[in-house]
């Protein structure tokens, strides 16, 4: 590979592309409210929100220094991420805490990305994250999960023009804002029906003596902040 095709494809990926119209940001926007707020659209879409959730928890127990044995997604988009080290201590309060702010995260830095007009970047970056990931899957659905979420990344990057890849960013985005916040709410529904008593705010609360429901009003804070800073950065405000 010569160099000048090498310097192509650097300054396609870090270099900058000029932010789409604000009629397609908020159609994008609207868009991915669609998939989260009717049950039926959010049954099928909540997967991706699921991969974003086990990922998190993954990533901040390999940064904390735990082992990662594996990740496992299910068909009622559940998910189970595996670490071993100590049982108690920071990094294991950090891994618990990662699981249900890690999609809002996630969609604050894309907004970040896409405000400083680095689509591509974006694109292929979360590209990375899902072939990373996928090392660590170890169930069948999972796998065909991430497989078909990555070959959607890497069909759009590689084979639309750039207005439509600045469409798909921006609803990948909007999505893991928008779905980001569901999550807590459903928790806080099924805690209140007497249901998840495992879930990951009572882990925490045995870690670390808080009571669970104030990390449920963690999770509800992080996920709403990251909205509303996320949602200014991709209107432009």
Not at 12 to 31: E, H, K, N, Y
Not at 67 to 91: A, E, F, W
Not at 98 to 126: C, E, F, R
């Amino acid at each position: 590979m010569d160099t000048d095709h090498l310097t192509d494809i650097w300054s396609r990926v870090f270099g900058t592309q000029p932010a789409p119209s604000l009629w397609l940001v908020i159609v994008t926007a609207v868009l991915a409210l669609g998939a989260v707020v009717p049950h039926t659209a959010w049954r099928l879409a909540r997967n991706a929100i699921t991969i974003a959730h086990e990922g998190g928890h993954g990533l901040i127990a390999l940064l904390t220094g735990r082992r990662l044995d594996g990740i496992r997604l299910h068909s009622d988009t559940s998910g189970l991420t595996v670490s071993r080290g100590k049982p108690t201590g920071l990094g294991m309060v950090l891994t618990a805490a990662a699981g249900y702010i890690a999609p809002s995260l996630l969609g604050l830095a894309g907004a970040a990305l896409l405000a400083a007009g680095h689509i591509t970047a974006l694109l292929w970056g979360a590209t990375a994250l899902l072939l990373a990931l996928l090392v660590m899957i170890r169930n069948a659905y999972g796998v065909l999960t991430v497989v078909l979420t990555g070959a959607a990344f890497v069909l759009v990057s590689w084979l639309t023009t750039a207005d439509v890849q600045a469409a798909f960013a921006y609803a990948v985005v909007w999505f893991l804002l928008l779905g980001g916040v569901r999550p807590p709410f459903e928790l806080m529904g099924k805690r209140h029906r007497g249901g998840a008593v495992d879930s990951d705010p009572d882990q925490l609360a045995r870690l670390t003596h808080v009571p669970a429901a104030l990390w449920l009003g963690l999770f509800h804070v992080v996920t709403l902040c990251s909205l509303i800073g996320g949602g200014r950065w991709l209107l432009g405000l």
